[in-house]
């Protein structure tokens, strides 16, 4: 039976949540039942899989409780038996500052305060694999603020390499205002105009970094605008060329694209060259309600649901 690994929405979480464990913790769907039709699935689906297993034939994924944890197996000089080593997992893409209410269930209008958490879809994997004892490292940009440094802080305190991040001087670290409201709808308001993330050029990436990831992770809001664009995609080719896993996480937030069809357009653009995809059912729907040709693009991943 063929299975889709849909993972709920959960990007939005910040680091003091739950441990942010949420990387590729999701519900299988099974596909024969499913509205969205399965001729020509997207081939990256078993065979993918498969080309990836060939290629990484070293790799094994193993769960824990709280997630699902990547680890490799490299060769022990001394006696050639298998030792497990984490490999590097690198992050690329927007570390902000979630403001949240101090009380659950309410609008944002209607918070009588707000609390302030470190937040961020990418940073959010990158302290969860360090938390649960991985190794993992985030490239990105912040203002040389005081958020700014203590965000790095944050970094630094949960073992996070740093040495890809990056200051910049004349824009704010970005600012979230994040509540999920009691009917159950979450609420966003952002203050990037622009904000330091959104500026992160190519020239300011940590290439030898980049290089020494075995899954390198990102996703789609650093996609919105130029020059963060231009250096994600960049990232991107250094990252394949040697050989690591691509990693994605759409993470549909609508208000901070122009349109609609600019997201979709977005989103769908780097799709097809990753390895695994980190999707809510709310990103397949969006992804499906403009192209039957793009419900093929569910990702199929046998050996996460056994």
């Known amino acids: 039976m063929a299975m889709a690994a849909a993972v709920s929405a959960s990007s939005a979480s910040t ?11 999701g519900k299988p769907i099974n596909l024969s039942n499913s509205q969205f039709p399965s001729k020509g699935l997207y081939r990256s689906s078993f065979l993918r899989m498969l080309e990836i297993k060939a290629q990484h034939k070293r790799n094994t994924f193993e769960r824990s409780a709280s997630g699902l944890i990547v680890k490799a197996l490299s060769e022990d000089d001394k006696n050639g038996k298998p ?3 984490s490999p590097l997992v690198v992050c690329f893409g927007e570390l902000l500052i979630d403001f949240v209410p101090t009380v659950n269930g309410v609008s944002l209008a209607d918070a009588p305060a707000f609390k302030k958490a470190p937040g961020g879809a990418p940073a959010n994997v990158a302290v969860g694999i360090a938390r649960l004892g991985g190794s993992s490292a985030f490239v990105g ?9 203590m965000l790095v802080d944050i970094l630094k305190e949960n073992n996070v390499e740093h040495r890809g991040m990056r200051f910049d001087s004349g824009a704010r670290t970005a600012l979230a205002f994040v509540t999920l409201k009691a009917d159950g709808e979450r609420e966003f308001m952002f203050f990037r105009n622009p904000s330091a993330d959104m500026l992160l050029t190519e020239s300011e990436l940590d290439v030898d970094l980049i290089q ?10 650093s996609l919105i605008a130029d020059p963060c664009r231009s250096a994600h995609l960049a990232a991107m080719r250094i990252a394949r060329d040697t050989g690591s896993i691509l990693s994605y996480d759409p993470n549909l937030r609508l208000p901070l694209w122009p349109s609609a069809s600019e997201a979709r357009e977005g989103i769908l653009s780097i799709w097809d060259q990753a ?27 046998p050996c996460l649901t056994g």
Do not use: M, P, Q, T
């Open 15 to 25: 680091f003091n949540r739950a441990g942010s464990s949420v990387f590729l913790e």
């Open 275 to 301: 390895d695994l995809i980190k999707v809510s059912e709310e990103e397949i729907e969006f992804a499906h309600a403009y192209s039957d040709s793009h419900a093929s693009l569910i990702i199929v991943v």
């Open 141 to 149: 940009k912040v203002g040389e603020d005081e958020f700014g440094r």
């Open 83 to 85: 030792s497990e080593v």
């Open 212 to 221: 020494k990831a075995k899954i390198f992770h990102y996703g789609s809001i």
